[in-house]
């Protein structure tokens, strides 16, 4: 056994058995350690932000972390802007990047660089291998964070000498790290929470992270259903459990004006795994601060915090039976549900949402087009819904990767922007190796839609030439037939009503990795 062994079956003893990787030459004998160890899935992307973002969604749906295998620094610069997002949503994942032997360091090779300075802006927890003989137990600490509720990003260094160095035949056994539980809410802020709700004056939980899953959700349900106070969560949340038979949930908007409309009369604002809203962005004359500057805000659970427990507790606080009735969407109204004529992002939505099989796991990556999907799918089959967390775009496609790695018999869809597409496309090869159950649908307005409406909010209201063909995408437009075919994915494009229905149709009704590119 040398170190490399040791560090596979250190996280193979803690139930990590899927390996998203790109590596190179200095990751070579952790490759071969993982060719002796059959448990270990192992998916190959062909860029670290496919990587990168694939184990994000996988931990997302599994409930529990992936690993990652990286090249050096540049590799894992490459998959930064999706470790920025997992990093936001508080995903468990276990990064391994190989590095140079310790004593090759000093000559500084082509490919030396700063590998812990790369890692730590995008983790939780950097550490570095010192020998093979620590690397069971560095290994079993970055677990250990990982796995912290609601989880971290921990990025594990591995120089080159440290795997290939042989261990001694009794060395001890691989780390087992027993699971922590989150920690306990506060008495004293569950009080306050209820109180504030007593007080009459208009209230707000705003739910965040695993607030918007299970018990955590039914009891929210119960609490709004009984006292009249509103629910949101915040603008962008790692997964929401959706669907008519779910708790509705809406979502804070996206622009200034929006936001602060939303939350004009809120007097009292609750915090339950979320923050204090702010803007995404500052703009000229408008608050970075969302809430009324008279508004109460009460952090009532943090997201290190058991926030099922929390919201139990809030409605035993508040006399609310554990079987009192949930707050229910509306049914859709099926007439309003588009059966001919053009295609708009509108149509997608509706449509979309109406046809969207049990249990499905939508990722949203939409930007622009689809941000009035959360009108409809409330009242869609229940179904998981995965959004851009951190404002990195290019998470959608791998997101999907990840998710259905994690759930095999579930139908993935991916509501994919075009623009933000081609940032991680590589990610449709790895759907089409692993056989996946992903339907990609391009939102195809060949623009950068969201940016154009970034230049007025900003005030520009016309733009030149030298402007267009940064936010443009038509000159020329993108074919995604043809790039999902290159890359071994059968995918369609339609224009119509009648034309994407019958593609939704038929990909709903197969298996496998399909794509529509629906122009709009």
């Not at 590095?99 to 890692?119: E, F, G, K, N």
């Not at 839609?449 to 520009?460: D, I, Q, R, S, W």
């Amino acid at each position: 056994m040398n170190g490399a062994d040791s560090l596979c079956d250190t996280l193979l003893a803690n139930d990590i058995d899927v390996c998203f990787a790109n590596p190179g030459t200095s990751e070579m004998h952790f490759v071969a350690a993982l060719d002796r160890k059959p448990r270990m899935r192992c998916v190959l992307g062909l860029f670290e932000g496919v990587v990168t973002g694939a184990a994000d969604g996988y931990a997302r749906m599994a409930g529990k972390p992936a690993a990652t295998l990286l090249h050096l620094g540049p590799g894992l610069g490459n998959g930064l802007a999706n470790l920025h997002n997992a990093k936001r949503a508080r995903t468990p994942m276990v990064n391994v990047v190989g590095d140079h032997a310790t004593y090759h360091v000093q000559y500084d090779a082509p490919l030396t660089s700063d590998v812990d300075a790369v890692a730590r802006p995008m983790s939780h927890w950097v550490g570095r291998i010192s020998d093979a003989a620590s690397l069971s137990g560095q290994a079993a600490e970055a677990i250990r964070v990982a796995r912290q509720a609601p989880g971290n990003v921990t990025t594990l260094i591995l120089p080159a000498d440290a795997a290939w160095t042989d261990l001694p035949a009794d060395a001890p056994a691989p780390v087992v790290v027993p699971q922590e539980a989150p920690k306990a809410p506060d008495a004293q802020a569950i009080r306050a929470a209820a109180q504030a709700i007593r007080s009459g004056q208009p209230a707000m939980l705003l739910l965040g992270g695993a607030a918007l899953q299970g018990r955590a959700l039914a009891a929210a349900g119960r609490i709004a259903q009984a006292t009249g106070a509103r629910l949101a969560c915040e603008t962008s949340n790692r997964r929401i459990e959706r669907g008519i038979t779910r708790t509705p949930v809406p979502r804070l908007p996206y622009p200034v004006d929006q936001a602060v409309q939303f939350l004009a009369e809120v007097r009292q604002l609750i915090l339950i795994g979320s923050r204090d809203p702010v803007a995404f962005f500052a703009y000229p004359g408008k608050v970075s601060k969302l809430a009324p500057k008279d508004c109460n805000a009460i952090q009532m659970a943090t997201p290190e915090q058991d926030l099922a427990h929390a919201l139990e507790w809030l409605a035993e606080e508040l006399g609310i039976a554990a079987d009192a009735p949930q707050l229910r969407a509306p049914d859709t109204n099926v007439a309003e549900i588009p059966v001919s004529g053009k295609l708009t992002s509108s149509a997608i939505n509706r449509i979309t949402a109406h046809l969207l099989p049990e249990h499905a796991i939508v990722c949203d990556e939409s930007i622009t087009q689809g941000r009035e999907l959360a009108m409809y799918n409330i009242s869609a089959r229940p179904h998981d819904w995965l959004q851009l967390t951190g404002g990195a775009i290019g998470i959608g496609l791998p997101l999907a990767v990840g998710a259905s790695v994690a759930c095999p018999d579930r139908k993935v869809v991916t509501m994919q922007a075009d623009g933000s597409g081609m940032y991680t496309v590589q990610a449709l090869w790895t759907q089409a190796r692993e056989r996946l159950d992903c339907l990609t649908i391009v939102y195809a307005n060949r623009t950068y839609a969201t940016l154009h409406g970034e230049m007025k909010n900003v005030g520009v209201q016309q733009m030149g030439e030298n402007a267009r063909r940064m936010l443009d995408l038509d000159d020329p437009s993108l074919d995604w037939v043809h790039l999902a075919r290159g890359m071994g994915v059968e995918a369609v494009r339609v224009d119509t009503v009648e034309a994407f229905t019958k593609a939704l149709q038929d990909a709903f009704s197969r298996k496998g990795p399909y794509l529509i590119e629906a122009l709009i």
